[in-house]
């Protein structure tokens, strides 16, 4: 039979590669779609593959949607997400969904014991040690939807406990690989959102811009993979051909090289623990000729370093910081930000709020909710004063016990 699939996020990058896929494949059958408020494309999408039951997270969009369309069931709300989830009767959830609005199906998706591809890595980043317990009690797969963690996990199924000795994360260095923090002073949104290798959505591009994907991924592979934040490294590899590499207690090492593909990643996540014949650009190394790796410069980076130390100082820290993060990031593309600003804001927030110990989601919610708040207040005090380049974000979160 079918595996009965759900994919929350269907309008965006990961959402949309994933339909493509699934127009190659008899293996499963669609059970519903959601949104964040893209309703007029989720409605096509939805008409054109049969779908019955589709939720729309934004309100005002979920009730236009509710109007206009008359095939089937409009859920709406972040609450209508977690409804989707839970009545779908799916064997497989796709969490597409971007920034931590996606915390709340993931939860509700291991909860019920439903395998989830998780292309959402604020899941893991806010939510941590509390979503890989909750995915381990229930039994339910927990398979990443990532070309660099798509790689790790492929790297290491199978290998014997204890053969791990580091976990390298390849970054292609963004559009501003090279650059000085004095030459990211000025950048435009529009400079920052041209990605020499991937096409994204904004809030991922920029992201990549100022490295914070790869603090964030650094984090998802320590709670992925159970390995200790010492022992993951992130190294810039502008080709992109290298995804990861494993480095083995016996000196070897294993690396996962392909051309740049998410359709990749995707089709792993679905298909696993099979792998699914794709029609991918092949890679031969004779073409690429030369594959070159440089540390990160984390003076003009920053974010990477405000990453780790919020992730080392664990508790409510990295919820801090993705929330502050994602302020940020939307200030600077609505042009009230400078690129600098961002990790200014991040720090100012982690500064202010440290870190607060974890107990139940709830202390989750509300530690984002405090550093959404603090954030925006941030966003009008950096953006008016020069501290955003002078910075120089020396100090750690302190933890609240």
């Known amino acids: 039979m079918p595996r009965r699939l759900l994919i929350l996020g269907s309008t965006g990058s ?19 779609l959601s949104a964040e408020r893209n309703w007029e494309q989720l409605v096509e999408q939805a008409s054109r593959l049969n779908v019955k039951r589709i939720a729309v997270a934004d309100r005002d969009a979920g009730a236009r949607a509710s ?27 796709l969490n597409a969904l971007v920034g931590s609005a996606g915390l709340g199906p993931t939860v509700a998706t291991l909860g019920e014991g439903i395998d ?19 995915a381990e009690a229930t039994g339910a797969a927990l398979i990443p939807v ?23 994360i390849t970054a292609s260095g963004g559009p501003f690989r090279g650059r000085t923090r004095a030459q990211l002073a000025d950048v435009t949104v529009d400079e920052a959102l041209k990605h020499p290798t991937w096409a994204m959505g904004g809030k ?13 991924e650094v984090m998802e592979a320590h709670h992925l993979f159970g390995t200790p934040y010492e022992q993951i490294d992130v190294v810039v590899h502008p080709q992109s051909i290298v995804h990861g590499l494993v480095d083995l207690v016996d000196g070897a090492s294993l690396a996962h090289l392909g051309h740049p593909d998410m359709r990749i990643a995707i089709a792993y996540a679905l298909h696993h623990p099979d792998l699914a ?17 440089e540390p990160v410069d984390l003076d003009a980076f920053p974010c990477l370093r405000l990453a780790r130390d919020a992730a080392v100082a664990g508790g409510t820290a990295p919820c801090v910081l993705n929330a502050a993060n994602e302020i940020a990031v939307h200030a600077f593309l609505e042009d009230r930000l400078p690129f600098l600003g961002i990790p200014a804001v991040i720090y100012e927030t982690l500064s202010s709020l440290g870190s607060q110990r974890v107990r ?26 020069t501290r955003a380049s002078s910075t120089t974000f020396g100090e750690s979160p302190r933890v609240v016990e």
């Open 116 to 134: 989830l591809a998780l292309a959402n890595k604020e899941s893991l980043v806010v939510g941590g040690e509390l979503v890989t317990a909750l």
């Open 277 to 293: 014949p794709l029609p991918s650009r092949r890679l031969r190394l004779e073409e690429v000729g030369q594959l070159t790796f």
């Open 146 to 168: 990532d070309s660099e963690h798509t790689a790790l996990h492929q790297l290491m199924a199978g290998l014997p406990i204890g053969a791990v000795e580091r976990l390298v």
């Open 67 to 93: 109007e206009a369309w008359t095939g089937g069931e409009v859920l709406v709300g972040p609450e209508g997400l977690v409804e989707l989830v839970v009545t779908s009767g799916a064997d497989l959830v």
């Open 204 to 216: 991922i591009t920029i992201d990549s811009a100022t490295l914070m994907n790869k603090g964030l």
């Open 14 to 32: 990961i959402g949309t590669q994933a339909l493509d896929i699934l127009q190659q494949s008899d293996e499963f059958e669609l059970v519903g």
């Open 360 to 385: 139940a989601f709830e202390s989750l919610y509300e530690a984002d909710r405090e550093a959404r708040e603090l954030a925006a207040e941030l966003v009008e005090t950096v953006a008016g004063t």
